[in-house]
């Protein structure tokens, strides 16, 4: 059991490799669900009578690999991770605002369907950001610190319980800089409520297969990372 937030070298390569290819697969499962949540987060949908946006259908899946890397590679990885989706969604945002703002041929007839679909991106990305600072960094935190104080057990409950919380904070910073004044308050009330009853449900949902995937990781790799001396600031590096 490592007591530090920080991966130690291994000088064997084969091991080695085998731990970052875990993390660049984690990283790149998060990096395209944040794409994904931002293409579709204008894109609405009514299911069982809610008004939700479309990126709720996989924006849930984000939380559930940061809970996985917090748990298994610590609280100083998941902070990465997230820095790294913040600046892949900007990148993302004002790259789809300067392609689609270059002139078009006059054969090509679908040019204001892709602005009305990426024209809100960088009003989006912008309060997503807000809402990943007030978020993904309290849930980071909760399972890091709850994770020290239980002795690293009840990682379902602990999972459960911290993502209720940082999702539940996610989905109001977001949605009311993103949406408000697309629609009334009663309305972006209920889609909040209702969004994060999604999430809350794919939380239940997935809680089962990220806690064999941490274990299969902490026995594979022999790591298993305990913050006991972090810095959780989420601006120190």
């Not at 085998?18 to 994904?36: D, E, P, T």
């Not at 978020?135 to 399972?143: K, Q, S, V």
């Not at 800089?177 to 809350?200: E, P, Q």
Request: hydrophobic share 50%; with cysteine; proline share 3%.
């Amino acid at each position: 059991m490592r007591k530090s937030s920080e991966l130690t070298k291994d000088n064997t390569a084969p091991e080695s490799v085998v731990i970052h290819n875990k993390l660049l697969f984690l990283q790149a499962a998060y990096l395209s669900v944040l794409c994904l949540t931002v293409c579709f987060a204008n894109y609405f949908i009514k299911v069982f009578g809610m008004t939700l946006p479309g990126g709720i259908f996989v924006f849930p899946v984000s939380f559930i690999i940061c809970d996985v890397v917090v748990e298994v590679y610590g609280y100083t990885t998941a902070k990465m991770f997230v820095w790294l989706g913040i600046i892949v969604e900007v990148f993302f945002a004002f790259t789809s605002q300067w392609i689609t703002a270059l002139p078009n041929p006059d054969v090509f007839i679908h040019a204001q369907a892709y602005n009305t679909v990426f024209e809100p991106t960088v009003r989006y990305v912008f309060s997503g950001m807000a809402g990943f600072f007030c978020g993904e960094f309290m849930n980071a935190y909760l399972l890091s610190t709850t994770k020290i104080w239980l002795q690293g057990k009840h990682f379902i409950v602990r999972s459960v319980c911290t993502t209720a919380l940082g999702q539940g904070l996610l989905s109001i910073v977001v949605d009311y800089l993103a949406f408000s004044g697309k629609m009334s308050n009663t309305a972006l009330v209920k889609m909040v409520f209702s969004g994060w009853k999604i999430k809350m449900a794919y939380s239940l949902l997935f809680v089962v297969p990220a806690w064999f995937i941490v274990r299969y990781i902490k026995k594979k790799d022999n790591i298993d990372v305990y913050d006991t001396n972090v810095n959780y600031n989420p601006f120190w590096f």
